[in-house]
């Protein structure tokens, strides 16, 4: 069971699949709920993610963009918890995997940790 106070703020990245999708709507139905704000670049999960849990603030946002991201912040109330449920798959074997594969998706998450960044400022 997760206790969380009823007047924090929880932004969740990524949050509408798997378990930031679990982990937003045992959040939104604990005792005492907190403000739940899923953030995901996909409005059809956002969508169906309202539907289940009405009480769900949904932003369509992609991090990556710090203009947007910055835009977004300045309208938003204080944020008490960040979760970052961005993830990316490499669909290589790992033992086959080249310093290439690896390289691409390097650039992926420093947008994505630093975006997260901006947030905490």
């Not at 990245?13 to 403000?35: D, H, Q, W």
């Not at 995901?40 to 932003?59: F, G, H, Y």
């Not at 309208?75 to 993830?87: E, G, K, Q, Y």
């Not at 594969?101 to 997260?116: M, Q, R, T």
């Amino acid at each position: 069971m997760i206790y969380i106070c009823m007047h924090a703020y929880i932004l969740l990245y990524v949050s509408c699949i798997g378990i930031g999708r679990e982990l937003c709507k045992t959040l939104a139905s604990s005792p005492s709920p907190p403000t739940v704000i899923a953030v995901s670049q996909t409005k059809a999960n956002l969508e169906s993610l309202k539907a289940e849990c009405p009480s769900i603030i949904i932003v369509q946002l992609d991090l990556s963009d710090w203009t947007a991201t910055r835009s977004f912040l300045a309208s938003l109330l204080p944020v008490h918890c960040l979760v970052n449920n961005a993830a990316a798959a490499i669909l290589q074997p790992f033992l086959e995997a080249t310093p290439d594969v690896f390289d691409s998706y390097e650039l992926y998450y420093l947008k994505i940790y630093l975006a997260c960044f901006i947030i905490l400022l």
